[in-house]
T-cell receptor, first 108, second 114 residues
Framework: ELKVEQNPLFLSMQEGKNYTIYCNYSTTSDRLYWYRQDPGKSLESLFVLLSNGAVKQEGRLMASLDTKARLSTLHITAAVHDLSATYFC????????FGPGTSLSVIP | KAGVTQTPRYLIKTRGQQVTLSCSPI?????VSWYQQTPGQGLQFLFE???????NKGNFPGRFSGRQFSNSRSEMNVSTLELGDSALYLCASKPPDFGTGELFFGEGSRLTVL
C-alpha cells in the first residue's frame, strides 16, 4: 500500500529565506500532487507532477519529482508571510494518498 | 464554473446518532472521493465513487458508508456516531480519467460529536 511521508512536519522560517520540503513515497506512484491548506479552509491544488524529472514553478514555489528516488521536493524561494499554510504532498496508486502535511510559518 | 459544494458546512451531533453529508461535484466530473481530516490522523481516504459504483474504500469501519447518484452527487453516512468521528469531512471531484487525476476539493463539512 502506498505510504507518503513528509519532512519537516513543522517549519518556521524567516521572510526572505529559502527552504525545501521533502516528500517520500513508499511504492510506485504514477503521479505526485502538492496541495496547500490555509487554516479552516479546504485544499487548493498547487502542482501536478506526472513524470520523472518534472519541474513546475509558480511564483516563489517550485516542485520537482524524482521517481527513481521516490522523492518530490517543494522549494520555497524568498519566503513571504502569505506562504504561511500547511502543504501536503500526495501520491496515487489506486487512490490518492496524502502525506501528513508540513505546517509552514513565515515570520517577519 | 461552480466548485465542489458540500452541505451542511457545520453540524453537531451526539454519540449514537447518525449523520448524512452531501457533496455536489463540479459539473462534468463523475468521480467523487471522500476524506476524513483530523489533527491526529491527518487526511485519510474514505472512499471513491465513479458512475454510481464504489471504486475504492479506505480502512474505516462499516459504520461509514456512501453512495453516488446518477447525477454524480454523492452522500456519505456515518451511523452510531462516536466521539472520534469528530472531524472535517472533505469531498473532492476529479475530471475524467484521461486527465491528471487532480482532485478539486469542497470546503468540507465539519462534524462535532458530543
Amino acid at each position: 500500500e502506498l505510504k507518503v511521508e513528509q519532512n519537516p512536519l513543522f517549519l518556521s522560517m524567516q521572510e526572505g529565506k529559502n527552504y525545501t520540503i521533502y516528500c517520500n513515497y513508499s511504492t510506485t506512484s504514477d503521479r505526485l500532487y502538492w496541495y496547500r491548506q490555509d487554516p479552516g479552509k479546504s485544499l487548493e491544488s498547487l502542482f501536478v507532477l506526472l513524470s520523472n524529472g518534472a519541474v513546475k514553478q509558480e511564483g516563489r514555489l517550485m516542485a520537482s519529482l524524482d521517481t527513481k528516488a521516490r522523492l518530490s521536493t517543494l522549494h520555497i524561494t524568498a519566503a513571504v508571510h502569505d506562504l504561511s499554510a500547511t502543504y501536503f504532498c500526495a501520491g496515487r496508486y489506486d487512490k490518492v494518498i496524502f502525506g501528513p502535511g508540513t505546517s509552514l510559518s513565515v515570520i517577519p | 464554473k461552480a466548485g465542489v459544494t458540500q452541505t451542511p458546512r457545520y453540524l453537531i451531533k451526539t454519540r449514537g446518532q447518525q449523520v448524512t453529508l452531501s457533496c455536489s461535484p463540479i459539473s462534468g466530473h463523475r468521480s467523487v472521493s471522500w476524506y476524513q481530516q483530523t489533527p491526529g490522523q491527518g487526511l485519510q481516504f474514505l472512499f471513491e465513487y465513479f458512475s454510481e459504483t464504489q471504486r475504492n474504500k479506505g480502512n474505516f469501519p462499516g459504520r461509514f458508508s456512501g453512495r453516488q447518484f446518477s447525477n454524480s452527487r454523492s452522500e456519505m453516512n456515518v451511523s452510531t456516531l462516536e466521539l472520534g468521528d469528530s472531524a472535517l469531512y472533505l469531498c473532492a471531484s476529479k475530471p475524467p480519467d484521461f486527465g491528471t487525476g487532480e482532485l478539486f476539493f469542497g470546503e468540507g463539512s465539519r462534524l462535532t460529536v458530543l
